[in-house]
T-cell receptor, first 113, second 113 residues
Framework: GNSVTQMEGPVTLSEEAFLTINCTYTATGYPSLFWYVQYPGEGLQLLLKATKADDKGSNKGFEATYRKETTSFHLEKGSVQVSDSAVYFCALSDKDNFNKFYFGSGTKLNVKP | DTGVSQDPRHKITKRGQNVTFRCDPISEHNRLYWYRQTLGQGPEFLTYFQNEAQLEKSRLLSDRFSAERPKGSFSTLEIQRTEQGDSAMYLC???????????FGAGTRLSVL
């Protein structure tokens, strides 16, 4: 079946630190992979995506590379800001099943000034 | 494009009462999804509509739950005889079709007392 596992939080970093949030997946086909971000009181927003192996998604300084050999899609940012504090969700979509989404449990990021 | 809208944002009800939530997707998005998110977890798939047809229902959707999308536009999710275990955030998402990501609303938070 399909599933997503991501590192547990919370992750607490100082401003300008390097961020990595690990995400691994299990899939029966060839899914698309996503990172969504959820700010307090708001809905999930797409942060970045990758649709096939070796694709790199990037947005707002965040990056993630679709690694089929390690079934991973780790999120990275070189220098975090206080405004990056949020909950980050890794997800995959089953393209053979109406793009049904499977989410990880989320990782809360706290960035301190 | 006004985004996915959900109403109400918060609902407090007593155990045994019926509740109904509404979702207005982005106009012309033919795909609509409902998810449930409990504290500290990622969203879990409940059901999917393509236009007005409900094509998939999760085992999480017991007989007390029913969803409709009568004209292929807005959707409603009804929970009958609510139980304390139904307390969660109910998220709606829409998508224009294959290959696109899902756009999420801010959710309806249900508290069953």
């Amino acid at each position: 079946g399909n599933s997503v596992t991501q590192m547990e939080g919370p992750v607490t970093l100082s401003e300008e630190a390097f961020l990595t949030i690990n995400c691994t997946y299990t899939a029966t086909g060839y899914p698309s992979l996503f990172w969504y971000v959820q700010y307090p009181g708001e809905g999930l927003q797409l942060l970045l995506k990758a649709t096939k192996a070796d694709d790199k998604g990037s947005n707002k300084g965040f990056e993630a590379t679709y690694r089929k050999e390690t079934t991973s899609f780790h999120l990275e940012k070189g220098s975090v800001q206080v405004s990056d504090s949020a909950v980050y969700f890794c997800a995959l979509s089953d393209k053979d099943n109406f793009n049904k989404f499977y989410f990880g449990s989320g990782t809360k990021l706290n960035v301190k000034p | 494009d006004t985004g996915v809208s959900q109403d109400p944002r918060h609902k407090i009800t007593k155990r045994g009462q019926n509740v109904t939530f509404r979702c207005d997707p982005i106009s012309e998005h033919n795909r609509l999804y409902w998810y449930r998110q409990t504290l500290g977890q990622g969203p879990e798939f409940l059901t999917y509509f393509q236009n007005e047809a409900q094509l998939e229902k999760s085992r999480l959707l017991s007989d007390r739950f029913s969803a409709e999308r009568p004209k292929g536009s807005f959707s409603t999710l009804e929970i009958q005889r609510t139980e304390q275990g139904d307390s969660a955030m109910y998220l709606c998402a829409s998508s224009p079709g294959v290959g696109s990501h899902q756009y999420f609303g801010a959710g309806t938070r249900l508290s069953v007392l």
